[in-house]
Every structure is written in C-alpha cells, then in structure tokens.
C-alpha cells in the first residue's frame, strides 16, 4: 500500500470498516511510513475535537416566537380574508391617511380661500385659520389623533416574521 | 405532557400530528431545535440566522407535515429541509458579505472570514481550537461541507447522510473522506499562518 492507497481508506481504518486484509496492509504501510503515521493521529485528533465542539441553544423564547406564528398561519388559513386585510393594512391606513390629508386641506382652503389675499397668506397666519378649531369641523379635528394612531400602528416594525420579506422569500426557495 | 411522550418515537410523533395532534408537533420541535440549531449554526457561522433557519424549519414541519412518508425516518426528514433552507440562506448571506466587504473596500477574497458571531471564550482545549475549525468549516466547498458536518457534529450514520442528500453511500462515504482530508490540509494552512 502506497500513501496514496492509505489516504483513500484513512477514514474507513479509523472507523473500522476495513476487512482483516486490507487493515493488515494498511497497519504494514503507517508501520513505516511517518507521515501517514502523523497524518492518522491529526485526524483522530480533529475529528474528536468536531465531537466535542460547544453546542449551542436556541433562545429561551423560540418556542413561544414559533408559536405564534403557527398561530398566524392557521388564522390566515382559517380566515383568509381577515389575513388579506391584515396584509395590506398599512396600505388601507396610507390610503386613508392621504384621504383625510386631502379632505383636511381642501376643508381648510374652501374656509380661508373667500378673500382673494387669501392664497397669499403666511403659513403661521394658514395654521391659525385651522387651528382655533372655527374653520375645521369638530368631526375632522376629533379624527386627527386616530389619524395618528393609525399610522403609530404601521409604522411599527413587524416583529412577526410571517410578513417579512426575507421570511416569505425563504419559504418559496424551498417550495421552489 | 412531555413524560408522556418519551414513550413515543419521531415516527408515531409526526403521524399523531398528521392526524391533528397539536402536542406531538410541540413535543418534536423540543426533541429538534436544538440538534437543528448545532447543524445550522456551524454551517453558517451566525448565531442569530441560524435559529431564524431553525425556525422556519420548524414551521415547514407545520406546514407540510402532510408530505413526510413513513418511508424516511423522521430525523432524516427535518434535516432535509433545515440543510436545503441554510444552503439558501449561506447564498443569501455570502451574497450580502461580499456587499458589505465591498463598501469596506476589501478583496473579495477576505469575505470568508468568521463572522462576528464568533465568541473566543468558547475555544476547546483540544489540540484544535473552536475558532480554528469553525474558520476551517467555513472555508469548505459546500459539498463537503454538510456531509462533514452531518456526520461529525450530528454523528449521522453513512445512511442518514445518503438519505438526506439523495445520493448514494458510496457517493456519502467517498464525500466524508475527501472532506475530511480537505478539512485536515485548510487546518494545517490556518496553523502555519
Ligand atoms: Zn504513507
């Protein structure tokens, strides 16, 4: 056996998966040769040190993190329409925050614009018209702080990972 | 709950499951994340993306428990799919590593490098340490990588290896040689650094 022939069989002799022939060759060629020798000893050596590398654990809170998305899964797969509109939700509150930002102004135009000095006005002079709440509606100004709210609400970070992005992606490389 | 369960196997686990029993898919997420965790993280060397695999491994178990047949053992199964999401998520990190190396203006080749995941204190004592072999690890081309690592760290037999990889023992066992060998030439490169 050459050193060549040695190596190709190195893990089948530490393994003890070689008949009583071939390990008898193997044991006659590291009996002279020091390099297989040495070579044989740093493997047993690497691969007890892999065995023993530190484990490590998941954090204290997976479970309850995994559950709570089995949890979105099987709402999204029970309700469907519900998760649908929770799905877009930001877009349904960005949508009825430009809606409310248009009718707001266009209120606040239509209630200062009868001068025609009006569409000059300074801005501290625009706000004051609004603000001493006689040219807005009790209705729009009562909105304003849902209106906040609302968006608070989506522009929070998505800790749920079933809608982020990375996530979504990750399932479909494996589906693919 | 949990007492009650030692008695069952994987295999009588994934089955209760598949016939909706909730708790045998609790009690296998406990038997597995951990064991998952250990392949994962060593496969790409980043604590925090490793339990995100974990976790999507696990809820692929939820989601798909239907397409496990009996004639796979449970184990060989879930490492299917946490092997097939972490070579996903190591192209999606290499991806981004050689990104942000790029910003940094360094050479391509530095990406490789451990991540900042690694903590020194947790070195072995051994004639090698965590650091060296986890950089060793890392530096292997993917095809010994799993088959190293399911077999070292996992202690997976020949078997469960071909299992879950699809290809033969022969193919397994010639594979863990080679990587083996591959693994013992880059520590000995990272020595004589
Ligand atoms: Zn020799």
Same mark, same amino acid.
């Given at each position: ?94 949508? %009825? *925050? !430009? &809606?409310?930002? #248009? ?9 200062? /614009?009868? +001068?025609?000095? =009006? ?18 509606? %009790? *209705? !729009? &100004?009562?909105? #304003? ?9 989506? /522009?929070? +970070?998505?800790? =749920? ?16 | ?193």
């Amino acid at each position: 056996m050459d050193c060549y022939s040695f190596e190709k069989i190195i893990s089948d002799y530490i393994e003890s998966n070689l008949n009583v022939k071939e390990r008898q060759e193997a044991n006659e060629h590291i009996a002279h040769c020091k390099r297989c020798r040495e070579k044989l000893a740093d493997m047993i050596n690497i691969l007890s040190a892999m065995k023993t590398l530190p484990c490590c654990q998941t954090r204290s809170d997976f479970e309850s993190r995994l559950m709570a998305r089995v949890d979105r899964y099987r709402q999204q797969k029970e309700h469907p329409f519900v998760h649908i509109l929770h799905h877009y939700s930001r877009a349904i509150s960005a949508a %009825a *925050a !430009v &809606l409310l930002i #248009a009718a707001t102004s266009l209120f606040v135009y239509t209630s200062v /614009s009868v +001068p025609a000095e =009006s569409a000059t006005l300074p801005a501290a002079e625009f706000r004051g018209a609004g603000g001493n709440g006689s040219g807005l509606p %009790a *209705a !729009v &100004l009562n909105s #304003a702080p849902s209106f906040a709210n609302t968006k608070a609400e989506a /522009s929070q +970070p998505d800790t =749920s990972g079933a809608e982020n992005p990375d996530y979504q992606r990750r399932i479909k490389m494996v589906n693919e | 709950m949990s007492r009650e369960n030692i008695k069952y196997t994987d295999e009588e686990l994934i089955a209760r499951f598949q016939k909706g029993d909730e708790r045998a898919y609790v009690e296998l997420v406990r038997r597995y994340k951990d064991r998952l965790l250990n392949f994962v993280f060593r496969y790409l060397n980043s604590y925090e993306q490793a339990e995100d695999v974990v976790q999507d491994t696990l809820m692929k178990l939820y989601t798909s428990a239907h397409m496990y047949r009996e004639i796979a053992k449970f184990s060989t199964w879930i490492f299917t799919i946490a092997a097939n999401l972490a070579k996903s998520e190591l192209r999606r990190l290499k991806r981004r590593r050689v990104i942000s190396i790029h910003n940094m203006g360094f050479d391509d080749k530095e990406y490789e490098i451990p991540s900042e995941s690694y903590d020194p204190e947790k070195e072995t004592t051994s004639a090698y340490g965590e650091k060296q072999i986890q950089q060793a690890i890392d530096t292997l081309p993917d095809q010994f990588k799993t088959v190293i690592l399911l077999r070292e760290v996992q202690q997976l037999s020949y078997e469960e290896i071909s299992q879950i990889l699809g290809v033969s023992i022969g193919t397994v066992k010639s594979r863990i040689n080679r990587g083996r060998l591959r693994l013992q030439k880059l520590l000995k490169e990272l020595k004589e650094q």
